[in-house]
């Protein structure tokens, strides 16, 4: 096949870019989906719907499949969307079947998925982009210091707040009553810390990362996904429509394994990767290398018992703080959010 480059005319590839272009400085998009030109390679191909943001830390390796041919290599023509409703639009895209596959978080997945949501998982991408802050010299050092103290979220649904609220109650604290959550953007973390409004915070990546390094010697990691037993855990997932997985079952196939190598291609080469993922981000290419290079990608691989084992770990997690139901039982619900296609 061959590589296609900026300068040809006859790949939309610089369409695309001009539409990466307007994503970097923050075109408004209306809820919901909204389309990007195709990297149409030809009928050989066979078409999927793809969603992704610029945003999300797990999205990046959508673009690099495109770019790098991983998709085509699979045999397969991505058709990008970009979502900007959040997780519920993320949630009904995937379930309705606008789109037919994209990355997301499992901490944030397993309800929707409790409660029914056509989704399955089919691999991962990598692991450890939660992280918790506070301040340097405060008392905050650890999650059993939290108790009684604010903490901020950028949602009350997200994943990091699901992380640290089982953390809390592995400590001793009840997440419901003995600390207060409050929400603010990922960027107003250090400014509400040192204002006094909150004593700790909890987000993902890039967002916390930069906070991170925004406020060196002020702020410090007290916590997060590359600490205890989340460290050998991957965290964002390959996620499929059902009915996509079940009918188009080869061509979900290879859009897990395209993804996967993407992921694993971003770890072995940050930087490039970091100056394709840059065209569809608000942040610089310098810093989506660093937070590459801190991730884990040993947790790149494509379904099987350990995408299982690990979801269920998550789950029996979830369930004993209360987010799913006590009488769920955590492997049957890993077994039922997954979709085995490398048997």
């Known amino acids: 096949m061959t590589q296609p480059t900026a300068k040809s005319p006859s790949i939309s590839r610089r369409t695309l870019l001009r539409g990466a272009s307007a994503l970097a400085v923050g075109a408004p998009f209306a809820y919901g989906l909204v389309p990007v030109p195709s990297f149409a390679q030809g009928s050989k191909f066979r078409k999927i719907n793809v969603g992704w943001t610029g945003s999300s830390i797990c999205h990046n390796a959508i673009p690099v499949a495109v770019h790098k041919e991983f998709f085509q290599k699979h045999g397969l023509e991505p058709d990008l969307l970009s979502f900007s409703g959040g997780n519920d639009a993320v949630l009904e895209a995937l379930s309705s079947g606008k789109i037919d596959t994209t990355a997301g978080f499992i901490l944030r997945l397993l309800k929707p998925l409790e409660q029914g949501a056509n989704i399955r998982f089919t691999g991962s991408v990598h692991g450890g982009c939660i992280r918790v802050v506070a301040a340097e010299g405060t008392p905050e050092v650890d999650y059993a210091s939290l108790k009684g103290k604010s903490i901020g979220v950028t949602s009350l649904g997200s994943p990091g707040k699901n992380f640290l609220s089982v953390q809390l109650h592995k400590a001793g604290i009840n997440p419901q009553n003995e600390v207060e959550w409050r929400v603010y953007p990922v960027d107003l973390f250090a400014e509400a810390i040192r204002k006094g409004e909150i004593q700790a915070a909890v ?22 996904l590359q600490t205890g037993i989340y460290s050998g855990l991957s965290c964002c997932g390959v996620v499929v429509s059902k009915v996509f997985g079940e009918t188009r079952r080869e061509d979900a196939t290879a859009a897990t394994r395209a993804l996967t190598e993407a992921a694993q291609w971003m770890s072995e080469n940050p930087d490039e990767a970091s100056q394709i993922a840059q065209k569809y981000s608000p942040h610089p290419a310098a810093l989506l290398a660093e937070v590459i290079r801190s991730h884990r990608h040993d947790v790149n691989y494509n379904g099987g018992k350990r995408l299982v084992d690990e979801i269920a770990i998550y789950a ?9 139901r006590k009488r769920t039982d955590p492997v049957d619900l890993a077994k039922r959010a997954t979709l085995e296609l490398f048997a």
């Open 316 to 324: 029996s997690d979830l369930r004993d703080v209360g987010i799913i």
């Open 203 to 224: 987000d993902a990546d890039p967002g916390t990362f930069l906070v991170l390094k925004n406020n060196a010697g002020y702020l410090k990691e007290i916590g997060g």
